[in-house]
């Protein structure tokens, strides 16, 4: 079960929606929130394939149908705990080089790499000078490239 305050925020995120949102509706949409819902990010997907789905505010049955949906959606992502570049997490051990430039003005500005070789950032680590570059240990969230575990968490381009 989620908490009162998971289900008055994906109410809110649900309120762009068009159509009736009487009192009376919104209760009835929170009440299956709380019995559908499997945990906080259960409910977070859902709200995005009602929003994705839907023109106007859900009923009960179509809230229900998100959480079948978004509930098949997640246990066909089951990870592969035989992974060896994510260990079944979905996520890979990344690395970030950051860099710091100087301009001729006196201005800098900050770049940062995201270095998902292990060989690479072996072979950074032995180069970064500690002073205008770092190598930072890091978890990439965009998704095992090996396994796919999370490519859905991936953000639109």
């Given at each position: 079960?989620?908490?009162?305050?998971?289900?008055?925020?994906?109410?809110?995120?649900?309120?762009?929606?068009?159509?009736?949102?009487?009192?009376?509706?919104?209760?009835?949409?929170?009440?299956?929130?709380?019995?559908?819902?499997?945990?906080?990010?259960?409910?977070t997907?859902?709200?995005?394939?009602?929003?994705?789905?839907?023109?106007?505010?859900?009923?009960?049955?179509?809230?229900?149908?998100?959480?079948?949906?978004?509930?098949?959606?997640?246990?066909?992502?089951?990870?592969?705990?035989h992974?060896?570049?994510?260990?079944?997490?979905?996520?890979?051990?990344?690395?970030?080089?950051?860099?710091?430039?100087?301009?001729?003005?006196?201005?800098?500005?900050?770049?940062?790499?995201?270095?998902?070789?292990?060989?690479?950032?072996?072979?950074l680590?032995?180069?970064?000078?500690?002073?205008?570059?770092?190598?930072?240990?890091?978890?990439?969230?965009?998704?095992?490239?090996k396994?796919?575990?999370?490519?859905?968490?991936?953000?639109?381009?």
């Amino acid at each position: 079960m989620i908490s009162e305050a998971i289900v008055s925020q994906q109410i809110v995120r649900l309120s762009i929606l068009r159509g009736e949102k009487s009192e009376a509706a919104i209760a009835e949409v929170k009440q299956v929130y709380r019995e559908a819902a499997k945990n906080p990010a259960h409910a977070t997907r859902m709200t995005n394939w009602i929003i994705r789905h839907l023109d106007f505010f859900p009923v009960p049955r179509e809230v229900f149908t998100a959480a079948s949906e978004e509930y098949r959606a997640e246990e066909s992502a089951q990870p592969d705990k035989h992974c060896k570049a994510c260990g079944g997490t979905g996520f890979e051990q990344a690395w970030q080089l950051v860099t710091y430039h100087a301009n001729p003005d006196g201005s800098a500005f900050k770049q940062v790499d995201v270095i998902r070789d292990p060989e690479v950032a072996a072979d950074l680590r032995a180069k970064v000078d500690g002073k205008t570059q770092f190598l930072y240990p890091c978890v990439d969230q965009r998704g095992c490239t090996k396994c796919g575990r999370n490519a859905a968490l991936k953000q639109p381009a």
